[in-house]
Nanobody, 128 residues
Framework: QVQLVESGGGLVQAGGSLRLSCANSGRTFGRYAMGWFRQVQGKEREFVAAIIWNAGSTYYDDSVKGRFTISKDNAKNTVYLQMYSLKPEDTAVYFC?????????????????????WGRGTQVTVLS
């Protein structure tokens, strides 16, 4: 069973930084892409960033472009989200997700329903 586990969340002042990690603690699996999403209570989960595992291509929502960086460590089967210049509006529960198959339309997976496995999330709170 695939088990994605996020870590690295916490409380930070506006302008600060955090690095989230997502490791797979379950069975090894092939993956096409890994993504980060976030959700504020009462709102829908929204796309933050994605990385195509083999190619290393990265994609970001406009709201985090230039401030967040998604990266991976193949040997550790871990994906990271480095967050700089954090803003109060970045406050949310951050989830990592994995997509196993190559999408037929060829564009990067940026919606929730394009991912197969999810972690349980880690809270990020940015104080103003």
């Amino acid at each position: 069973q695939v088990q994605l586990v996020e870590s690295g969340g916490g409380l930070v002042q506006a302008g600060g930084s955090l690095r989230l990690s997502c490791a797979n603690s379950g069975r090894t699996f092939g993956r096409y892409a890994m993504g980060w999403f976030r959700q504020v209570q009462g709102k829908e989960r929204e796309f933050v960033a994605a990385i195509i595992w083999n190619a290393g291509s990265t994609y970001y929502d406009d709201s985090v472009k230039g401030r967040f960086t998604i990266s991976k460590d193949n040997a550790k089967n871990t994906v990271y989200l480095q967050m700089y210049s954090l803003k109060p509006e970045d406050t949310a529960v951050y989830f990592c997700a994995a997509r196993v198959t190559i999408p037929s339309r060829g564009s990067p997976p940026v919606t929730e329903d394009e991912y197969d496995y999810w972690g349980r999330g880690t809270q990020v709170t940015v104080l103003s």
